[in-house]
């Protein structure tokens, strides 16, 4: 288990969320971050943010959904 805590430490790992509109995709980013359910208003275009989840870090990207 150690060893693959190593691999994980030395990567930097991304996550692409993506969803429908209105899914609650930035609300998981940022419960993930602050590790509380905040309220947010729809993305424009999207957001990029580094987390740190039991001592993992990853960078998240939240792209905004779209009606079309």
């Known amino acids: ?9 030395a990567r930097e790992m991304r996550i692409l ?7 609650g995709k930035t ?3 940022y419960k993930l971050q602050v ?4 309220t947010t208003i729809p993305t ?5 943010e580094q987390v740190t989840y039991k ?3 990853f960078q998240v990207w939240d792209l905004g ?4």
Do not use: H, P
Request: no cysteine; glycine share 20%.
């Open 1 to 9: 288990l150690s060893y693959f805590r190593g691999l994980l430490g």
């Open 17 to 23: 969320i993506l969803g429908l509109d209105g899914a």
């Open 27 to 29: 609300t998981i980013l």
């Open 35 to 38: 590790g509380e359910v905040v």
């Open 44 to 48: 424009i275009g999207f957001n990029v």
């Open 55 to 57: 001592n993992l870090k």
């Open 65 to 68: 959904g779209q009606t079309s």
